[in-house]
């Protein structure tokens, strides 16, 4: 079988404490992996950091687009670099890449479109606040109903996927918060997409930008863009 070119893609706006030991983790995998990292317009050091551990990368974006923007760079990155998969990690060090040959292993036989790593497929140590976990189970009912399928984790930015939703991706890209809506719009656009079990650690350095304040409007508004996305035409397929 030919191998795949897999593209790590790696948004972050002020990780520079993360940063280093996520990109570390990563290159320390027994199969290797292409990685770029989107600097979303950091104040801090997070561009350097990215660049001092070397065999990555950096693209550094003038302005902070938020992580819509930051993950759509990254696409068209892969697209225009001819990659068979592009693979989301948070630079946060939430996502553990010993998880990435389980989420990469539909997609290489064929199976799917795009793997989404899930906290709630199988039971697993991962906690959150009540807030974030009642938006979670709104958004999952949501998705779940509007799509005919069964999500359990759609906030999870853990998702690889394959070279026609790289090209579909390096079009149309959902801005703000992503996760969800996109899920709706390749359901919609005829992908398939399957979740699989992974486990996923606590933040390692910094603070959420999500807010208690901010959680409420966020579920709000992505609420409003998925039915949106209900009501206007699909968009065509890659």
């Known amino acids: 079988m030919e191998k795949k070119k897999v593209l790590i893609i790696i948004p972050a706006y002020n990780e520079q404490n993360s940063i280093p030991t996520v990109l570390r983790k990563i290159q320390a995998l027994p199969?290797?992996?292409?990685?770029?990292?989107?600097?979303?317009?950091?104040?801090?050091?997070?561009?350097?950091?990215?660049r001092d551990v070397g065999s990555v990368t950096v693209i550094d974006l003038p302005h902070n687009l938020g992580i819509g923007g930051a993950m759509q760079t990254g696409y068209i990155f892969a697209h225009r670099r001819g990659y068979d998969i592009a693979v989301q990690v948070d630079a946060d060090g939430q996502h553990n890449p010993d998880d990435l040959p389980r989420l990469l292993a539909p997609l290489l036989r064929g199976d799917v479109n795009m793997t989404v790593g899930s906290r709630y497929v199988e039971k697993t140590a991962y906690r959150s606040t009540i807030m974030r976990r009642l938006g979670m189970v709104i958004f999952s009912l949501v998705v779940s109903l509007i799509t005919g399928q069964k999500f359990t984790d759609t906030t999870s930015g853990y998702r690889a996927v394959d070279r026609e939703i790289i090209a579909f991706y390096a079009r149309n890209?959902?801005?703000?918060?992503?996760?969800?809506?996109?899920?709706?719009?390749?359901?919609?656009?005829?992908?398939?997409?399957?979740?699989?079990?992974?486990?996923?650690?606590?933040?390692?350095?910094?603070?959420?930008?999500?807010?208690?304040?901010k959680s409420i409007y966020y579920m709000i508004k992505v609420l409003l863009a998925i039915m949106i996305n209900v009501v206007r035409p699909k968009l065509k397929g890659a």
Do not use: W
């Not at 290797?32 to 350097?48: C, F, P, R």
């Not at 969800?180 to 650690?201: Q, Y």
């Open 31 to 50: 199969e290797h992996y292409d990685i770029v990292v989107i600097n979303d317009g950091s104040k801090d050091n997070t561009s350097q950091a990215a």
């Open 173 to 213: 890209y959902p801005t703000d918060y992503p996760e969800v809506e996109a899920l709706v719009l390749l359901k919609r656009a005829g992908f398939r997409i399957a979740e699989v079990s992974v486990g996923m650690d606590a933040r390692q350095a910094g603070t959420s930008s999500i807010t208690p304040v």
